[in-house]
T-cell receptor, first 114, second 113 residues
């Protein structure tokens, strides 16, 4: 079945550091890939997405590139801020496979120190 | 409404009581999802609806859990005879079909004493 694996947290970085949160997936079809973010005390919200291989999703300085050859969708940001502290979820939607729902990873908690 | 709404935002109940959690999806979204998020855990899929039918109930943890959706809109998640391990944040999301992305509500925090 489809699945998403992301690096375990928590991840603690200093402000202005470079961020990478790894995400790999398995899917039977041609999934769309997502990163969702959950800020403290808030609901999940979509951060960025990519719908086909080699697409790059970007938002708020975050980027992730859909790599079919490595089945990965790693989240990156060049210079993190304290306000980026949140839980980040990688997810996939496999519209051509058997799964009709979005599959989420377990989440990675990010702490940014001032 | 502008987004997915859930009520109540917080619910404290005693072990053994029944609770009902409500979700109002974004107007026009045919798909509706329920998830559970326990402290320190990821998102646990419970059930989803396409219209009023639920093709996938595989995530419901026990027969104490049930959900319904009427009129292709509002959904209610019912937990009977609550247990302490049911304490979690219950999240609802809605989407168009097929699901290019999901829009989440703020969640209901359930505490079972």
């Amino acid at each position: 079945g489809n699945s998403v694996t992301q690096m375990e947290g928590p991840v603690t970085l200093s402000e202005e550091a470079f961020l990478t949160i790894n995400c790999t997936y398995t899917a039977t079809g041609y999934p769309s890939l997502f990163w969702y973010v959950q800020y403290p005390g808030e609901g999940l919200q979509l951060l960025l997405k990519a719908t086909k291989a080699d697409d790059k999703g970007s938002n708020k300085g975050f980027e992730a590139t859909y790599r079919k050859e490595t089945t990965s969708f790693h989240l990156e940001k060049g210079s993190v801020q304290v306000s980026d502290s949140a839980v980040y979820f990688c997810a996939l939607s496999d519209q051509d496979g058997r799964d009709d729902k979005i599959i989420f990873g377990k989440g990675t908690r990010l702490h940014i120190l001032p | 409404g502008a987004g997915v709404s859930q009520s109540p935002s917080n619910k404290v109940t005693e072990k053994g009581k029944d609770v009902e959690l409500r979700c109002d999806p974004i107007s026009g979204h045919t798909a509706l999802y329920w998830y559970r998020q326990s402290l320190g855990q990821g998102l646990e899929f419970l059930i989803y609806f396409q219209g009023n039918s639920a093709p996938d109930k595989s995530g419901l943890p026990s027969d104490r859990f049930s959900a319904e959706r009427t009129g292709g809109s509002v959904s209610t998640l019912t937990i009977q005879r609550t247990q302490q391990e049911d304490s979690a944040v219950y999240l609802c999301a809605s989407s168009l079909w097929p699901p290019p992305e999901q829009f989440f509500g703020p969640g209901t925090r359930l505490t079972v004493l």
